[in-house]
């Protein structure tokens, strides 16, 4: 029912940016909670950002400063601004989207690549 495309990665140099986008197709329920998580080579998924439906904000601490997640309701769609990028920011970023009610509804884009190198 509910489908994320996420859209905006590419190789960029260290200290340049990128803006992540995440549209959704089906509907989302106001109070889903979205998020952006990435994956490193050899690494676990972790936590990038998360934006409540009444747009509080939480970052990862690697992140925090650098990175801005936005979220548009009537649009459906949540953004991450990535600045002041550094190599150890290389990854797979994902969307998510989940309820904070029920376990089940748990939903993940394809992921995009994002890639800091000089």
């Known amino acids: 029912q509910v489908q994320l495309v996420e859209s905006g990665g590419g190789l960029v140099q260290p200290g340049g940016s990128l803006r992540l986008s995440c549209a959704a197709s089906g509907r989302i329920f106001t109070n889903y909670v979205m998020g952006w998580y990435r994956q490193a080579p050899g690494k676990q998924r972790e936590l990038v950002a998360t934006i409540t439906s009444g747009s509080s904000t939480n970052y990862a601490d690697s992140v925090k400063g650098r990175f801005t997640i936005s979220r548009d309701n009537a649009k459906s769609t949540v953004s991450l601004q990535m600045n002041s990028l550094k190599p150890e920011d290389t990854a797979v970023y994902y969307c998510?989207?989940?309820?904070?009610?029920?376990?089940?509804?748990?939903?993940w884009g394809q992921g995009t690549q994002v890639t800091v190198s000089s």
């Open positions: 998510n989207a989940r309820s904070p009610l029920l376990k089940n509804l748990d939903y």
